[in-house]
């Protein structure tokens, strides 16, 4: 799936990397703790999270993703988008709730990461 | 940062402070950096920048500070987290998948999986923990090129 396809799917806006939007990924992971996507999280996967510190865009940089999807409608401070913009990391922010956002993703056809051989 | 190049490799150092959770996650930025200037294979990059930024946040996170220090050698890549306290008061126990102390203002943060440690052994190829309630924690990594 295109990152343009995941915005318009969510209904997001973004807040950096738009120049990227025909960028593909593989498949999403939606997850607040970081260790979490460290221990499963290949690249070309697109991570959905409700948190919006410094600390999500560097776990994506160490992982090599290339996007992120805020939801809640949270919106993250200054640094953490110019941090984004300097690793060239794509950042979306939508009003759905983890869950929808997933849902709707999974729904149109983007699925989940395997963990041990169980789609996750 | 401190980076020379001699018999031993090249030598990587960073200042790991406490609590600093804006800069947290930069020492293993830069080691990302210097492997990809270096041509190193991008997989053992990953595996690297992984097991370093676990380190480095559990030093900003649990400890009262510390250092990294990597060495990047012809055949493999050493890593050294060292950290001036408080210690870890059962190594098995923080080592299990799940396991962790942390706050849950940390947890808002985003940690506190209790993955950390778990993480560091499963992406490195030798993996190294010595701690003691009271003293200093030191892990030491070693991925192979
Ligand atoms: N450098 C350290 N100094 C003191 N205690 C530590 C240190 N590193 C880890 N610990 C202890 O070991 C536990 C497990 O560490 P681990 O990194 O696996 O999980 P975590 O840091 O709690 O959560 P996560 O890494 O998933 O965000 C910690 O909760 C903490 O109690
Ligand atoms: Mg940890």
Known sequence: ?120 | MDSNKNNIGIKLEYEVKKDDFTRAGEASSNIKKVLRQLGIDSDVIRRTAIATYEAEINIVIHSEGGTITVYIKPDRIEMIAEDSGPGIEDVRLAMQEGFSTASNKIRELGFGAGMGLPNMKKYTDEFYIDSQKGGSTTVKMTIYI
Request: glycine share 8%; charged share 20%; aromatic share 6%.
């Open chain 1, 1 to 120: 799936m295109l990152i343009k396809d995941i915005k318009e799917l969510l209904d997001a806006e973004f807040l950096a990397g738009y120049e990227y939007a025909e960028r593909e990924v593989n498949a999403a992971f939606g997850c607040d703790l970081m260790s979490d996507v460290l221990a499963f999280v290949d690249d070309k996967v697109v991570l959905l999270t409700g948190l919006t510190n410094p600390q999500v865009i560097r776990t994506a940089e160490m992982l090599d993703l290339n996007a992120i999807v805020f939801v809640r409608g949270k919106i993250p401070p200054k640094e953490v988008i110019d941090l984004a913009n300097e690793m060239k990391i794509v950042l979306l922010a939508t009003n759905h709730t983890l869950y929808t956002a997933c849902g709707i993703l999974f729904s149109n056809g983007l699925k989940g990461i395997t963990i041990g051989g169980v789609e996750g």
